[in-house]
């Protein structure tokens, strides 16, 4: 089992930076690989960005290339989600996300908003 919390949202103005940061409790964090995804309301939860159990691959959507950067210290348990330049759109809530083969978890969510 890993436990996620999420944290470091807010409400900030278009072209401002935000950092996410989520937490891990539980088994063994860096075994997994970690991930960042948001749903916007009414909208289906999107692929942000993932990194690797190592650090060392990481990989982003299109929308959010060059703009947002994640990160992980493994000694801390903890993932970042680096966050420039906002848009309004990209206003959702971002969940944080561990992934092992078949093992699967969510954190609870942290809101993001940028207004124009």
């Known amino acids: 089992q890993v436990q996620l919390v999420e944290s470091g949202g807010g409400l900030v103005q278009a072209g401002g930076s935000l950092r996410l940061s989520c937490v891990a409790s539980g088994d063994t964090f860096r075994h997994y690989a970690m991930g960042w995804f948001r749903q916007a309301p009414g909208k289906e939860r999107d692929f942000v960005a993932t990194?690797?159990?190592?650090?060392?691959?990481?990989y982003y959507a299109d929308s959010v290339k060059g703009r947002f950067t994640i990160s992980r210290d493994n000694a801390k348990n903890t993932v970042y989600l680096q966050m420039n330049s906002l848009k309004p759109e990209d206003t959702a809530v971002y969940y944080c996300?561990?992934?092992?083969?078949?093992?699967?978890?969510w954190g609870q969510g942290t809101q993001v908003t940028v207004s124009s």
């Open positions: 990194i690797s159990w190592s650090g060392t691959n990481t």
């Open positions: 996300n561990a992934r092992l083969a078949f093992l699967d978890y």
